[in-house]
């Protein structure tokens, strides 16, 4: 026999484990394929038992009549799993026994009920027939299943555990213990049974181990048999690296040092309580919390020295505080502040959650309960009337419903850039953090913050160190011919994105003009075209923004690929809650002034991002070309380009042969030019890109001040669309006029919108340049601009390029949705 399998070791399983017959074979059999020759195994009551008996007591001294009735389910509940498990003879036993424990409980709820209370050891003695119940039938079974080495011994914790309850919780009497284990386990080679949570004191009466009871008596029942691992068994996996119902995509931390483990436990992480893995600590005894429905997996390691992948090792939140804030230039340099503080806290039986003070000594600020804040502020007014009265303290302030969110790994200390990841995490999606403590082990960064915002607070810090993917609720307003193409692209790109990046892309909402599909999981964009088809809710963006900018995922961005004014309009409001914006709309940055002003200003509200790359030609960076050029000081000073894909079209391909009337229709049918060519002859498009870049330069430009010569006459700007093309050939003679001029002169026609910075001027309109001009040999819709700087002066800087199109727009559309995950800390 190796040493390793001459040690013993425990197993401990909760009552989720032992639940009912089914759980307890599935325990069995944990059991029976362990290796070693010699394991205990503590086990909780059944999953809901303790509480149940728990309530039996509330209930008798309340009078209520039901607790007979209630009583005997609990009596049927055990009857049932023995039956299901025991052979009949053995079944009867264990049966007689439970019916003794329930004339004994009925008599003890007798007495509770007349003296309407229940004292403390008449309630620790109620509580604890759970585990006797469970682990005798359980004993039984695996006993007469005969498949463990050396037989079965079932062990009553009362007559093994010996505890003293002080104001730090039981405090179990080793010598006692050590010299119990040897008369009530003698062997060498078996299997030992152990009931969980309960224990006696030192003067015999029976008494429990608290809350999470069970997993003190593994750890207990470790070092009293020097065991050499201690395994937890529950319903999850291992350690969760933060809470799943806030954040979905936790992951299960491999291991955990017992500092990290205390610390994760303390802040609200299900992890073994700290006081319970106290008699493991001491004797450096692993500990593994496991999944008695998954036992293949292999769940996390609790120990010295526990060696992860994994700088940090989870992020937790407590909920439901109020930060209690206590300032006055009078307590700077003032010894015993904080002893009078806390202390009278401590008379008053109020508990501290956590502490941070400003090194000036101008404040202590400090954390409670909510249920508690009134209470503690009216304590600290009192310790500190005098001081109040005379304003050496200021203000004892309360911030009501606070959450605490920690950061916590072995990791952290030592390592620049923690704290920063951490608060640049929270600042992308806009929570502010009001109090701030970390120890000087640098083990834990806690932040106190909104507890409205804590959910979407966890889930940016867990992403941000890159324990879960970036997630990213996305919502689509227009699914036309660009809103559509981006979605495949989309589709087909989200695989590669969570694989290399762990970037998770959930589109949740699109909305058209008239109906909206709205829903909680990702929309499956193989079959968006269907599932919108049969979406029947009406267009609504107040909920639709409200649906996408959900608490549960940290970040939020809304992609308008309308043309819509109304759309545009919401964009403000958008930023400044906290959502990102990507559009190639040009309605908002060319609309009124004082529109793309608020945009600004609540972008900076919001600390939120605006990326609008494809409202001038489409997929190309103009935009960020000129925000380049501008943001490293190089003085601009002329910006002319062709900014139509539909004009550049027609004017590349019109050479006079054909009417020009002719040339626009075949345009039309062959889908080169909006449904009423009108929107690209009149020019307001252009002029509406050529405002953008103006105001990219620092040119408050209204359209109203973009000299615009369309090529629709005012005539011909009324009327339907067949109408307009009836009339369309009206232009015929006029335009070859403007052609023949251009060849005479040796030219070509161009449709160019050009901005003078001098000036201050914009001008859209049909120029005549020279053959050799760049913009004279472009392809068929490509869009062209050039830039005229200080440093591209004698030649200028061109981008050049397809400008128009589904595809290449919505390309532009993804690259922009790409920069914003960047911008919040995707690997990209």
């Not at 682990?135 to 007469?144: C, N, Q």
């Not at 010996?162 to 060498?188: S, T």
């Not at 008053?348 to 400090?366: K, Y």
Request: hydrophobic share 45%; proline share 5%; with cysteine.
């Amino acid at each position: 026999m190796t040493e390793s399998h001459a040690r013993w070791r425990v197993h401990k399983f909760g009552g989720s484990s032992v639940a009912d017959a089914a759980c307890m074979a599935r325990v069995a059999a944990i059991l029976e394929d362990d290796p070693r020759p010699r394991i205990a195994a503590v086990l909780s009551a059944c999953r809901g038992v303790t509480d149940a008996l728990l309530g039996l007591v509330a209930a008798a001294e309340r009078q209520d009549p039901a607790v007979a009735d209630r009583l005997t389910a609990l009596r049927e509940r055990h009857a049932e799993i023995a039956n299901a498990l025991l052979e009949p003879a053995a079944a009867s036993a264990r049966i007689r026994e439970i019916d003794g424990d329930c004339r004994e409980i009925a008599g003890l709820l007798h007495t509770v009920t007349v003296i309407r209370g229940a004292p403390a050891a008449l309630r620790d003695l109620i509580v604890g027939f759970g585990e006797i119940w469970s682990t005798r039938i359980f004993s039984t079974w695996l006993g007469a299943r005969a498949r463990r080495p050396g037989g079965v011994r079932w062990i009553d914790a009362r007559d093994l555990i010996v505890v003293d309850w002080g104001p730090l919780g039981p405090a179990v009497r080793w010598a006692d213990a050590v010299a119990n284990l040897a008369r009530l386990a003698p062997a060498q080679e078996e299997t030992l049974i152990v009931t969980g949570f309960v224990a006696r004191d030192a003067q015999g009466q029976q008494t429990t181990l608290g809350r999470n009871g069970s997993d003190f008596t593994a750890s207990i029942v470790g070092n009293l048999l020097d065991a050499d691992e201690i395994h937890i068994w529950t319903d999850v996996d291992g350690v969760l690296s933060a809470d799943p119902r806030l954040v979905p995509d936790a992951t299960i931390i491999d291991a955990l040092s017992y500092e990290e483990a205390m610390e994760l436990a303390y802040f609200g992480a299900k992890v073994i309580h700290p006081q319970t893995m106290a008699p493991a600590v001491a004797r450096g005894i692993p500990i593994w919390i496991r999944n008695t429905f998954a036992p293949d997996k292999p769940g996390t390691v609790i120990a010295a020295g526990a060696r992860s992948n994994h700088q940090v090792k989870g992020i937790t939140s407590i909920d439901g505080l109020a930060l209690i804030n206590v300032e006055g230039a009078g307590m700077i340099g003032v010894p015993g502040t904080a002893q009078r503080l806390f202390g009278a806290l401590r008379e008053h039986g109020l508990s501290v959650v956590l502490i941070s003070q400003a090194s000036s000594e101008h404040s202590i600020c400090f954390a409670v309960p909510d249920g508690e804040a009134a209470r503690t502020a009216d304590v600290v007014r009192d310790t500190f009337k005098t001081e109040l009265e005379r304003g050496q303290i200021q203000d004892v302030g309360v911030t009501p419903a606070c959450s605490i969110l920690s950061v916590v790994g072995d990791g952290m200390a030592g390592t620049p850039g923690v704290a920063a990841k951490a608060f640049a995490s929270l600042a992308n999606v806009g929570v502010n953090v009001r109090a701030i403590a970390q120890g000087s082990s640098e083990r834990n960064i806690s932040m106190v913050v909104d507890q409205r915002q804590a959910g979407r607070a966890l889930g940016a810090v867990h992403a941000g160190f890159y324990l879960s993917p970036h997630t990213v609720s996305i919502g689509l307003v227009g699914p036309g011919h660009v809103g559509a193409a981006l979605l495949d692209q989309i589709s087909l790109q989200a695989e590669r994105l969570a694989r290399d990046f762990r970037l998770d892309l959930r589109v949740r909402g699109i909305v058209s003009s008239r109906r909206m599909l709205l829903q909680d999981a990702p929309i499956p964009l193989g079959r968006w075209r269907d599932a919108f088809a049969a979406a029947d809710r009406p267009a609504d963006l107040d909920a639709f923004d409200a649906h996408v900018h959900t608490d549960r995922l940290p970040h939020a961005v809304i992609i308008d690929c309308s043309a819509s004014a109304e759309v545009a309009a919401h964009y403000p409001r958008w930023l400044a809650d906290g959502i990102h914006i990507v559009t190639p709309n040009k309605r908002a940055n060319s609309g009124e002034l004082s529109l793309f002003d608020a945009i600004r200003q609540a972008r900076r509200q919001g600390s939120t991002h605006y990326l609008y790359e494809a409202t001038v030609g489409a997929g190309l960076p103009i935009i960020q070309t000129l925000r380049d050029l501008r943001e490293t000081g190089d003085d601009i000073r002329r910006i002319e380009g062709i900014l139509s894909g539909t004009l550049s079209y027609l004017f590349n391909v019109w050479d006079g042969r054909e009417p020009f009337s002719a040339v626009v229709a075949e345009a039309k049918a062959s889908g080169y030019t909006e449904p009423d060519p009108r929107d690209d002859l009149s020019g307001t498009d252009v002029a509406r890109k050529l405002i953008i870049l103006g105001r990219e330069m620092g040119m408050p430009l209204e359209l109203a001040d973009v000299e615009l010569e369309g090529l629709v006459p005012s005539a011909m700007t009324q009327g339907t669309t067949d109408a307009f093309m009836r009339r369309l050939p009206e232009l015929d003679a006029p335009m070859r006029q403007r052609l023949e001029q251009a060849r005479g002169a040796g030219r070509v026609l161009r449709y160019v919108g050009s901005l003078d910075a001098a000036a201050r001027s914009a001008r859209v309109g049909l120029v005549e340049l020279e053959r050799t001009h760049p913009f004279a040999n472009i392809n068929l819709t490509d869009n062209v601009v050039r830039f005229v700087t200080g440093r591209y002066d004698r030649n200028p800087l061109v981008v050049q390029g397809p400008g128009a199109g589904p595809g290449v727009t919505a390309a532009g559309v993804f690259a922009d949705l790409l920069r914003v995950c960047a911008y919040l800390g995707a690997r990209l």
